[in-house]
């Protein structure tokens, strides 16, 4: 919007001015602060008169424009130029539009330059100092504004003052690099240090006035969607720690004994993957107990840093605590994700597994958008549920680990291999009647799903089910693909899910059979009995 | 018309007092260079990337820059040039104004007993700004009607103030010997050569 002006430096050096290396490497340390002090005076003018005069600035447009104006002016004995705060808001309260107000300002200062030195003659240096500091005096952010940073953002504070604070102790460039670069700072440390939230479940009644919504309809009309905006009952999702600012007298339960809904809040790639699932397991480890305490076969088994039962005493077991049945994992603010915090939930999964054993925890994924994402969870083995091991335990075949160097001669595979050759020698003395598979089954995650069986049967059990079968009636069609059942459009169908595959899986031996609820009932009976599955 | 007076109320761009350290520094470094010189290069070198950027349409590098960086660096620089300015607005000679701005700022204080006639000048066009602009605020939001009126009469403030002290220098200067502007009380412009140039050392107010 503002064009080019030679200063009073008038036209005595008109010349091509000469760029050699030499002259060059004098100024080449302050040529960064340079640039962005030109960018920050144009284009902070710009966008914000822009933006009051319904007019779109393209930055790359307005950069040719301050580019294009600066490699010209030397050839006419000009200096660095750029767009000025006051001149700019003049000429746009005195109504300019074009920028053809800038061919007029040069005209002017050109006549100037020729026509009045004789008036500058007798200007008092003092007065042009008051000037000055007066016009300056308006860029000074007022205390109000600073109020308002407050308000809105009291980390950005602290910027704006060392900002102020480091220009005014040393020079303008430092204050630009450490403004920028303290910002940059605060951009990452949030992702770096991304914290997910464990929601619980809670049921609302929408209200509109002073009744509820569908208060006055009979007990029998037709069936309603479950988040209908008609009905008044649904079901929704706070974190369990009220930390979002909820009524804490509100109880948020956790959703089902052995069931926990994790939600990402800053978007999952690597530098936070490891935070979060830090985060989420040591969660885990605090609320679940141990699905079978005699896990360890040998003293020697146990990891060092678990202190494990007294000598002689049987191991501690918490029977307040649920088993780990599931774990739900909301990716609504998840994008991407890539092979670092792929394998990392692979890592966790497989960690889980060997907490939950004989059992396995089934991974549910809720609100996926991002057709990549679910390519790459197909890939790593999520979205079904995982195959029984019955007593074998397998691996889920990472991406890339360091411990798997080598393939079949790696490190984990000889730990697991060890590992399984107990376990089986073990089975092979109890139970002489199992017909199953012998020997380490790597449960295949990156190749050809086609191998497993279990998994077909899966699909054999969704194309063969009732559920799918359309309704003479009611027209329904599939929303997402049937071959990833565990990959949900929401919490709800996900929280379902869960709930009826650990209704429907089959009893182990090793569960304690006599835990016994607060109403008298044992856990087996009677799972859950605030929940009944749609 | 008023798009003409726009122009003549400039004040110093950041970018003018950035330059001014840039030649100053390199001058300590090579003296024979002069000044504009460097800030020809200057120019064609920081122009020459900043178009690059712009065709390349990596304009959205712009977007890195915070608003809490613009403010910072407006306050900071804004206080930068102020402090810097206020020295020749009281007369007080004798350090330079190109440090930085907290000791720049003592010095000031330390030497406050030493500002003269310039002072008078200076800090009553300073008052006089002020007065006016809130005057004209005032008369602004007590007769809505006339509004716009007030507004480009406050802009005019600058011009006027100039043109009057202009005015009292010219009455008290008239008659200098040889109209050399060193023998007058307050310390004024001085010979600005018509349309020729003069050497980028000087202080920014001369980009005025």
Known sequence: ?534 | MDAVYADRHQPVAVMSTIVGNIVLAAQKERPDIPGHIIASALSIIVGGIVCFLGLARLGWLVDLISLTSISAFMTGSALNIAVGQVPTMMGITGFSTRDATYQVFINILKHLGRSDLNAAMGLTALAMLYIIRSGFTFLGNKIPKHRRLFFFLSTLRTVFVILLYTLISYLVNMHLPNHNSKKSPFKILGSVPRGKSQSIGVEPCVAY
């Open chain 1, 1 to 534: 919007m503002c064009g080019l002006l030679t200063r009073d430096v008038g036209f005595k050096h008109a010349a091509v001015p000469q760029v050699d290396s030499e002259i060059v490497s004098l100024f080449a340390s302050e040529l960064p602060a340079s640039i962005i002090v030109l960018l920050i005076e144009h284009i902070s003018i710009a966008k914000s008169f822009g933006r009051v005069n319904n007019y779109t600035i393209n930055p790359s447009q307005e950069l040719v424009a301050i580019g294009v104006s600066n490699l010209l002016g030397p050839f006419l004995g000009g200096y660095p130029a750029t767009g000025s705060f006051s001149r700019t808001a003049i000429k746009s309260k005195a109504g300019v539009r074009t920028p053809f107000a800038g061919v007029i300002t040069a005209v002017v200062v050109l006549l100037a330059i020729y026509a009045l030195p004789a008036v500058f003659f007798y200007i008092p240096s003092a007065v042009l100092s008051a000037v000055i500091i007066h016009a300056v005096g308006d860029l000074i952010t007022p205390p109000n504004t600073v109020y308002q940073f407050w308000r809105i953002s009291p980390l950005e504070v602290f910027i704006f003052f060392a900002g102020v604070i480091v220009t005014v102790f040393t020079t303008i460039e430092i204050g630009v690099y450490v403004t920028i670069s303290v910002s940059a700072a605060v951009l990452l440390f949030r992702v770096f240090k991304a914290r997910g939230r464990f929601m619980g479940r809670v049921k609302v009644h929408s209200v509109v006035g002073d009744h509820l919504i569908d208060e006055d309809k009979p007990a029998g009309s037709n069936r309603r969607p479950d988040n209908d905006p008609e009905t008044s009952v649904r079901n929704i999702f706070l974190p369990i720690d009220h930390r979002d600012g909820s009524n804490p007298m509100i109880e948020v339960d956790a959703p089902y004994p052995g069931v926990f809904i994790y939600r990402f809040s800053e978007g999952y790639n690597y530098p936070n993957a490891n935070h979060y699932l830090d985060y989420m397991v040591e969660h885990i480890f605090a609320n679940t107990r141990r699905t079978d305490p005699n896990a360890y076969g040998r003293p020697g088994d146990r990891p060092w840093n678990d202190p494990g039962p007294r000598r002689g005493k049987a191991p501690k077991v918490d029977l307040d605590k649920p088993t780990l049945k599931a774990i739900i994992l909301d990716f609504s603010s998840v994008n991407n994700v890539d092979i670092t915090s792929t394998q990392h939930l692979i890592d966790v999964r497989n960690q889980l597994d060997r907490y939950t054993s004989p059992e396995t925890v089934q991974w549910h994924f809720a609100c996926i958008t991002n057709r990549w994402t679910k390519r790459a969870l197909a890939a790593a083995g999520f979205g079904y549920p995982t195959p029984e091991a019955d007593g074998v335990i397998s691996r889920w075949k990472p991406i890339f680990s360091v411990a798997e160097l080598g393939g079949d001669s790696s490190a984990a595979a000889a730990a697991e291999w060890k590992l399984n050759k107990d376990e089986l020698k073990r089975q092979r003395t109890h139970d002489l009647e199992r017909a199953h598979s012998e020997g380490a089954r790597e449960v295949e995650g990156i190749n050809t799903p086609d191998s497993d069986s279990s998994r077909n049967s899966v699909e054999k059990a969704i194309r063969s089910s009732k559920a799918y079968k359309p309704d003479a009636n009611v027209r329904v069609a599939v929303v997402q693909g049937l071959n990833r059942p565990f990959f949900h459009i929401d919490l709800t169908s996900a929280l379902q899910s869960a709930i009826a595959n650990i209704q429907n899986a089959p009893r182990h031996p090793h569960e304690e059979p006599n835990v016994i609820l607060g109403n008298g009932k044992s856990l087996q009976e009677d799972p859950d009995p605030a929940f009944k599955p749609a």
